[in-house]
């Protein structure tokens, strides 16, 4: 299973992105999907993940301001960020929980996508 992500880039404070993840290979069913950023120096944290039923959590630090959603049918999670600041630079990371057709679960990574805000 692979996931590529696309979407980022540079864009000043108050802006917008929207992020995308596909996700391709031997795929019985995907259960959660989300998004993840690092920042340099800092670890890798959550920022919003969203279940097959359409559930979703978000960090504090983003709440109000991006929202995740999916199409199940491609297979595909979304970012939508809006109202950037600075402090939302990082490299993005999407993530996967898959069931093959065993039902064995699989956590999978996307390449990360890195999104910068400037001021």
């Known amino acids: 299973v692979q996931l590529q992500a696309s979407g980022g880039g540079l864009v000043q404070a108050g802006g917008s992105l929207r992020l995308s993840c596909a996700a391709s290979?031997?795929?019985?069913?995907?259960?959660?999907m989300g998004w993840y950023r690092q920042a340099p120096g800092k670890q890798r944290e959550l920022v919003a993940v969203?279940?097959?039923?359409?559930?979703?959590n978000y960090a504090d630090s983003v709440k109000g301001r991006f929202t995740i959603s999916r199409d199940n049918a491609k297979n595909t999670v979304y970012l939508q960020m809006n109202s950037l600041k600075p402090e939302d630079t990082a490299v993005y990371y999407c993530?996967?929980?898959?069931?093959?057709?065993?039902?064995?679960?699989?956590?999978?990574w996307g390449q990360g996508t890195q999104v910068t805000v400037s001021s």
């Open positions: 993530n996967a929980d898959v069931y093959d057709s065993t039902w064995l679960r699989h956590d999978y």
């Open positions: 969203i279940t097959s039923g359409g559930s979703t």
């Open positions: 290979g031997s795929i019985f069913e995907i259960n959660t």
